[in-house]
């Protein structure tokens, strides 16, 4: 099904946003990828040839700067913001959730003078919804829950906090960030949030993934 509605896509370099575009291209959607430096989305192209006239890809340096994603969004119907900080080693945790936070909120704000964006997705994890002691408790978890644990035990530990628990501070930080926006500004454009518990990658899969899901926005 071919169609003209162009959907922007950040940080297509990283697997999960790699196989967001390739799905969009094959539902016949125009794709427009950011990344960081150009030259990390060259395997993207390459994989995806079959789709060159279809497929955008520009450069957004810095995520969380004003205007940074001012000529992307441009003509665009829909977004999926993918696009998280890599926590590493003896990163500062408060940067990284500067970064997380930061970027939905500067890309909702762009969204939202684009009078042609329709619906905003924000790629999430399950970290927003249930922490460390969270993880032995069997029960219904809803849209209520929101883990409480790593934001607090990034604040009272900083650097010492564990790979782990920054990146569920950031995603839960940056998760409620879109939802605070939602409430406040009321935006025209429809807000999801997808929160996937993990994601694994089987080799023999990979080539059959896109024929198997096709978005519709």
């Not at 329709?118 to 460390?132: C, E, H």
Request: glycine share 6%.
């Amino acid at each position: 099904m071919a169609s003209n509605r162009l959907v922007l896509i950040t940080g297509v370099n990283g697997y999960i946003a790699a196989r967001t575009v390739e799905s969009f291209l094959a539902a016949g959607y125009p794709v427009r990828g950011t990344v960081r430096k150009s030259s990390t989305a060259e395997g993207l192209i390459n994989a995806l040839q079959k789709y060159f006239d279809r497929l955008e890809i520009v450069e957004v340096s810095g995520i969380t700067a004003a205007g940074a994603f001012d000529e992307a969004i441009r003509g665009v119907h829909a977004v999926a913001h993918i696009a998280s900080p890599i926590v590493m080693d003896g990163n500062d945790p408060l940067s990284i959730i500067d970064v997380a936070v930061g970027s939905v909120q500067r890309l909702l704000e762009t969204a939202n003078r684009e009078p042609t964006v329709k619906s905003f997705v924000l790629m999430s994890s399950i970290a927003t919804v249930r922490g460390l002691p969270d993880l032995d408790q069997e029960r219904t978890y809803t849209e209520a829950d929101w883990n409480t644990y790593a934001e607090a035990t990034v604040a009272a530990q900083g650097k010492s906090a564990s790979e782990f628990t920054i990146y569920e501070a950031s995603k839960t930080a940056a998760e409620r960030a879109l939802w605070k926006y939602r409430d406040e500004q009321k935006p025209r454009f429809s807000v999801t949030s997808i929160n996937p518990r993990c994601v694994l990658v089987f080799p023999a899969l990979r080539a059959r993934a896109a024929s198997h899901h096709h978005p519709s926005i």
